[in-house]
């Protein structure tokens, strides 16, 4: 794989600066895979990945490969990919963003969890009762799961050696 990107650990300011060099700079019409393993991190820079991937849509065919854990903002980055497959063994989890416990945090906090649940519901066209539902429970979606709810368009076995 040429245009193999690696999205590993936490989504932070590192992580996308790291993504930006790397997806900018590969040429028009080309396929990108977006190997993507891990547990969250900060929900506005897994916006901005995701704002990244779609402004390339029309020039790339961008693959993202769900692996290990997709979790959280990660989700987004996955969600904004033209393909998205997953491994069977992934563990898939969206959950509502966590208040720090001040009133201000609160407020931000409501504000985010209600565009959260609008985006999911939009992007995975599913009711908004039931993206709360999951979301709330923070359930670990399996890959068949993920796949009924839209998350994935296709999932497949691990091979672990070609002969």
Known sequence: MHNLIRLHGRIDRAMYESFKKRFEAIPEGEYVYLHINSTGGYLDIAWE?????????????????????????????????????????????????????????????????????????RMLRKSKTLIYQLMQQEIYLTAYQAEMLGILNFKFEKVSKFS
Do not use: W
Request: aromatic letters at 8%; hydrophobic letters at 40%; proline letters at 1%.
């Open 49 to 121: 990945i995701e704002k990244l991937i779609i402004r390339r849509q029309n020039e790339l065919k961008i693959v993202g490969i769900g692996y290990k854990n997709v979790h959280s903002a990660a989700i987004h980055i996955l969600l904004a990919c033209t393909f998205r497959i997953g491994y069977s063994n992934v563990k898939y989890l969206m959950h509502l963003p966590k208040s720090d416990g001040s009133e201000l945090g609160d407020r931000v906090v409501l504000k985010m969890q209600n565009e959260e649940i609008d985006y999911f519901a």
